[in-house]
């Protein structure tokens, strides 16, 4: 499985965007990229996905790089209920079958000062 | 609507026991992973099920097995339990049809500690 390179913590204030990056140089024209964040005490939860063209949902925006070898999960405006590991996963598309496997790295644990 | 959930909560063995572990889907959804996450690291992928059969497996040995039934829950089973079998057990559930791209919904995790 391509792997992924994350800092391991960052920190942010409240109400301000957080870039969380990700570089993923060995990446194949068939990973889709993943992110997902783990809160204190649970399971993880799924943040964002995108292919090569940069995305956005009501929780955050994926911006890609053109050559897709890293990648940046942007929160908007942080609050304090964002404070998570933040996982970026390379998901490889199996030829003939479906993919369940995402391979965590140790993420960025994100800190959100009030 | 109720998401996924496992059970038990917290539960504790001695080396060498057994442990099974339930997890329930999401409503609607028909697969189900599992995962094993140590104290400070991410997940790590176990096995997947759909339609009652195992269909992916990682790097995981035999004492490692699992279970689906047709109403789409899940047992995990761990035989011969080792003291570095303690970690969080995590249960994620999808649509088949989510393939690739679809998310996994994961449960709060049953916490296994082997004493």
């Known amino acids: 499985d391509a792997k992924t390179t994350q800092p391991n913590s960052m920190e942010s204030n409240e109400e301000e965007p957080v870039h969380l990056p990700c570089n993923h140089s060995t990446i194949s024209g068939t990973d889709y990229i993943h992110w997902y964040r783990q809160l204190p005490s649970q399971g993880p939860e799924y943040v964002i996905h995108g292919l090569t063209s940069n995305v956005n949902n009501r929780m955050a925006s994926l911006a890609i790089a053109e050559d897709r070898k890293s990648s940046t999960l942007i929160l908007h405006r942080a609050t304090l209920r964002d404070a998570a590991v933040y996982y970026c996963i390379l998901r490889s598309r199996r030829s003939g079958g479906s993919n369940y496997k995402l391979t965590f790295g140790k993420g960025t644990l994100l800190t959100v000062n009030p | 609507d109720a998401g996924v959930t496992q059970s038990p909560t917290h539960l504790i063995k001695t080396r060498g026991q057994q442990v099974t572990l339930r997890c329930s889907p999401k409503s609607g959804h028909d697969t189900v992973s599992w995962y094993q996450q140590a104290l400070g690291q991410g997940p790590q992928f176990i096995f997947q099920y759909y339609e009652e059969e195992e269909r992916q497996r990682g790097n995981f040995p035999d004492r490692f097995s699992g279970h689906q039934f047709p109403n789409y829950s899940s047992e995990l089973n761990v035989n011969a339990l080792l003291l570095g079998d303690s970690a969080l057990y995590l249960c994620?559930?999808?649509?088949?049809?989510?393939?690739?791209?679809?998310?996994?919904?994961f449960g709060e995790g049953s916490r296994l500690t082997v004493l």
């Open positions: 994620a559930s999808s649509f088949i049809q989510g393939k690739n791209t679809g998310e996994l919904f």
